[in-house]
């Protein structure tokens, strides 16, 4: 969203997501029902849909604190800072066709990162050593074949799968039970600038919101609703990370789970998983081979979206390898790889596409092996015909 | 078979059983299509199969080895030595419902205990420290749970598993590669001892028989045909333990694997099994809970067909429960039972009843907690009522 050319907009969207007790679910009702978000406003300070008719609710909708959305509108505009909006194009669509999806997201860092395909990785917080090494590993092997990594920023096997993927200069996503300008713990906070300058912060939390324990499982449901799968490392059996992983059997996505030791109480969450019928996983290729074809698929239909006019309508996803000899966007971007490995900011200067239009032809090229992807960067694979 | 009474019978046995190249498929033809082992040993002496035409089977019909017939009828004259044959009443009923189970079993120890329902536990020879404790662990539960345990009496995790069984009083079982004279490895020899003095050690192969490479797939049938589950506790992925377990499964047999570390090269045949569909088991309770009432339906039907002149035929399972208040077996029992443990031998004495029928009555009486089996001998539970 264009904050110099749709300010109107913008602020009708801070006020519903600022509404009390309004919620995402009224909101996306709202939304539905009235077009866009301006009438959406209008109609809600109508009274048109229940929530809006209690009485804290209406109060805020006649008259919202201008000073919290002149300060969300600050934060908003600084650099690297953006909402995402149900009824934008940008909203990431893994998660908006995930059930309890929320109507917006706040965030700090690369918000093309939000289009790559993600694997989560989650578990304890009292992760065992053992754990946290199996959670680097395997966040850095899947960063490597084109991931992006996503977790909850907690201490743990989060901050590991957090660290492996910064280790393997590849994109991460924490989201956040807080604003996107908060950190919990606060100790967290060095990490979440290396993640928001790698990567992105995401929450559908309004700037200055503070921890609540309430808000974790919805930070759950958007880090299950954002990836193609879940990888559970460590978890006792009344983990949050088992409330993921429901979460993405919720969506229909897949639920990996890696066994351990029956002495180990941070196995146990994951042989229930896997009892459950979670995937048991030894290695991170079983992963990246489950979900590669995936990606695939989701590259070409995003690709569409933004190719597409009509995007929105639903369309046959063309023929991705068919299309890419004839279409002069890859003719650009193979003009701007080269083979010296080459950053996405580079590579959109030189070629002149947009990030979020690369990084699916990118992630295309790399699963059919035309690109490499490594530290950050992206290479033509040399083959014995060039 | 009553060696004194039935020696021709029992002679005729030895004869098939070494026929070389007949083998146990060909051997239960021939005794379905004539009826006795005697006639069945005319009818190949005739060439009535195929197999008995063979140069080798024929002039061994024809002539067998008086000296080895003589020296086999001699070791089954030594106490607690058996032949167990297929066409008998002491042939163990979930051996004779598993595919390519032995038309015989030669059984050095109790044979008695081949009646008690039993839990297969095996895996890897190069057990890990953790690996055999858990199999010892898990033997000794589940042996005291009123399951013998029966292995293959290799090293590692076989011997944790016999070695658990002895250490808990309970029977144990050692299916062995070898004839029921020979053990494999020697070192074996001590362990071997123990057994047969507190369970049993079987083998479809005659006396006399060394190890050979090919007998251990078909002791692997012979562990898992017996057993009411399996149980692999450690095994590669190319572990015999899978062999028993994949014939397990084709016997209609539960199996059961125990998960451990990725970085556990000896978890990976456990976890192969799992993906496969194996239960991931955590602890010797699941098993069990899992097999208890199908321990429970086997004893039932084990005592009615002890009852029942006219066993072999198929018949609704009698309501066990319903018939012990008025069976005068049961009384039996319950005078000669005491507070203080007894043996099954000293029952045996005391009821005047067989000793595979006090098997599967005490096994009911235990699986339904009126019975406590301990250190090999079963008292009554002391109840507020008593």
């Known amino acids: 969203m264009d904050i110099e050319t749709n300010r109107a907009a913008l602020e009708a969207w801070l006020i519903l997501l600022r509404a009390p007790g309004l919620g995402s679910v009224s909101l996306r009702e709202l939304l539905a ?58 909203f990431p669509a893994l998660l908006e066709g995930a059930p309890g999806a929320p109507a917006a997201l706040f965030v700090a860092g690369d918000s093309s990162a939000l289009w790559q395909p993600q694997v ?10 053992g754990g946290s090494a199996n959670a680097d590993a395997f966040a850095r092997a899947i960063a490597s ?29 924490a989201v956040l039970g807080t604003g996107p300008d908060r950190v919990y713990p606060a100790r967290q906070g060095a990490l979440a600038a290396r993640i928001a300058a790698q990567g992105a912060l995401v929450s559908e939390f309004p700037p200055g919101t503070p921890a609540h324990e309430k808000h974790f499982p919805r930070r759950n449901r958007v880090i ?50 896997i009892r459950q019928g979670a995937k048991l996983i030894e290695t991170a290729g079983e ?31 063309r023929d991705a390898v068919a299309s890419r000899a ?21 590579l959109a200067e030189r070629s002149g596409l947009p990030i979020a239009t690369l990084a699916s032809m990118l992630l295309l090229l790399e699963l059919e092996g035309e690109v490499v992807a490594e530290r950050g960067g992206y290479t033509r694979r040399s083959t014995t015909s060039c």
């Open 120 to 129: 989560a990785i989650v578990g304890s917080r009292n992760a065992s050593q």
């Open 33 to 90: 029902a009235h077009g866009d978000v301006r009438s959406a406003l209008a109609a809600a300070r109508r009274g048109a849909h229940a929530r809006c008719r209690d009485e804290a609710c209406r109060d805020w909708l006649r008259a919202p604190d201008a000073t919290r959305i002149g300060a969300d509108l600050d934060w908003l505009a600084q650099p690297a800072h953006a909402l995402l909006t149900c009824d934008g194009a940008d």
């Open 287 to 317: 992963i990246i081979a489950e979900l590669a074809p995936l990606a695939q698929r989701l590259g070409a239909e995003l690709r569409e979206r933004l190719d597409d006019p009509t995007r929105g309508l639903p369309s046959p996803a």
């Open 224 to 273: 299950a609703g954002l990836s193609l799968g879940t990888l559970v490392v460590e978890a006792g059996v009344r983990s949050g990370a088992l409330i993921t992983a429901r979460n993405a059997t919720e969506a229909g996505r897949e639920v990996f789970a890696i066994p351990g030791s029956i002495h180990n109480p941070l196995a146990r969450g994951c042989h229930q998983l």
């Open 145 to 173: 074949a084109g991931f992006a990594i996503t977790s909850g920023l907690a201490e743990g096997i989060d901050t590991a799968a957090h660290e492996g993927a910064l280790g393997a200069g590849a994109a991460t996503l």
């Open 326 to 346: 004839t279409d002069p966007d890859y003719a650009r971007l193979f003009r701007a790889l080269g083979y010296d490995t080459l950053g996405i900011d580079q």
